[in-house]
């Protein structure tokens, strides 16, 4: 079973709008991590927020984090046609579980 | 270069056919795991390693095999293929930061492109 699950499955919005996807996940972390995957290719890491982190910026990206409500979101700001591909949220220990991502497309 | 390759890309096999994937990473990370990626599951876990001649079963680990005799390879092996099999694989690789593998990032590989026919 998945422990981070990312919501909408699918998400297209123009050059310039922000992105907001959501994961949400079932047990205790110590820390979530989102990663983008473009097509045909490996998953790239953005970001990694702890559980007693409540916000984490990297450029254009921000990650919140509400260990209480179990969730997470990341927000891409001024999205970019290069922003295309699926994202994906991340937890776990040693054996990490990923949801089945976000699918982002960013139309110019 | 510095980074983790996976070999082959893609690969076409029969069912019952003993096929293994590569996996090379020039960091020397600590941990290396294996996922495999299907349509509407995200990524799955299959086996993973915390250093070398030390392995451990994932989410989906039955009809897989995995050795780590040395800490840059690791590969894995069907050793039936069925067509439940078919599926793209991604190796990824992590440093040791203590508390387990989850408070570093993983490197993935760009996968290879598993079909049994």
């Known amino acids: 079973s998945q422990q981070g699950e990312e919501d909408p499955q699918a998400l297209s919005i123009q050059e310039g709008e922000n992105a907001t996807m959501n994961c949400s996940y079932k047990t205790s972390i110590n820390n979530l991590q989102w990663y983008r995957q473009n097509s045909g290719r490996g998953l790239v890491h953005l970001i990694l927020i702890r559980s007693n982190e409540r916000e984490k910026h990297s450029g254009r990206l921000r990650v919140t984090l509400d260990t209480s409500k179990k969730s997470s979101s990341l927000l891409i700001t001024a999205s970019r046609a290069a922003d295309t591909a699926s994202y994906f949220c991340a937890t776990g220990n040693n054996d990490m579980r990923f949801g089945a991502g976000t699918r982002l497309t960013v139309k110019p | 270069d510095a980074g983790i390759t996976q070999s082959p890309r893609y690969k076409i096999t029969e069912t019952g056919r003993q096929v293994t994937l590569m996996c090379h990473q020039t960091?020397?990370?600590?941990?290396m795991f294996w996922y495999r990626q299907d349509l509407g599951h995200g990524l799955r876990l299959i086996y993973y390693s915390a250093a070398a001649d030390i392995t451990d079963k994932g989410e989906v680990p039955d009809g897989y095999v995995v050795s780590r005799s040395k800490t840059e390879n690791f590969p894995l092996t069907l050793e039936s293929a069925t067509r439940s099999q078919t599926s793209v694989y991604f190796c990824a690789s992590s440093d040791f930061a203590g508390m387990g593998s989850n408070n570093q990032p993983q490197h993935f590989g760009d996968g290879t492109r598993l079909s049994i026919l």
């Open positions: 960091w020397s990370h600590s941990y």
